[in-house]
């Protein structure tokens, strides 16, 4: 099993940015699953944010497109979650999550980092 972790959290302005990064604590390559962003707020269920399969293909929640970018770099060893814009409804602990491609949960998760948005 791969021990995911998650830094980059923090406090911001509302309008603000910040930059997730995610990857393996061995630092071993991602390539060859899905990986993912999931968020969740306290009394909040958890939320997917966006995702990235094997494949290179990207998904976001209407809630931040236009406004958050998932990417990786060429190795695949990290991978990014880019948040401009920022509001205060975005505040939650952010998780990176991976799987094998295909249609099943996601079964591997880091530990999350704090994301706060003042108003």
């Known amino acids: 099993q791969v021990q995911l972790i998650e830094s980059g959290g923090g406090l911001v302005q509302a309008g603000g940015s910040l930059r997730l990064s995610c990857a393996a604590a061995s630092g071993r390559p991602l390539s060859g699953f899905d990986i993912a962003w999931f968020r969740q707020a306290p009394g909040k269920e958890r939320e997917l944010v966006a995702s990235?399969?094997?494949?290179?293909?990207?998904f976001y929640a209407g809630s931040v497109q236009g406004r958050f970018t998932i990417s990786t770099t060429s190795a695949r060893t990290t991978v990014y979650l880019q948040m401009n814009s920022l509001r205060p409804e975005d505040t939650a602990v952010y998780y990176c999550?991976?799987?094998?491609?295909?249609?099943?949960?996601?079964?591997?998760w880091g530990q999350g980092t704090q994301v706060t948005v003042s108003s």
């Open positions: 990235m399969t094997y494949s290179s293909r990207l």
């Open positions: 999550a991976m799987k094998r491609p295909g249609p099943r949960d996601y079964d591997n």
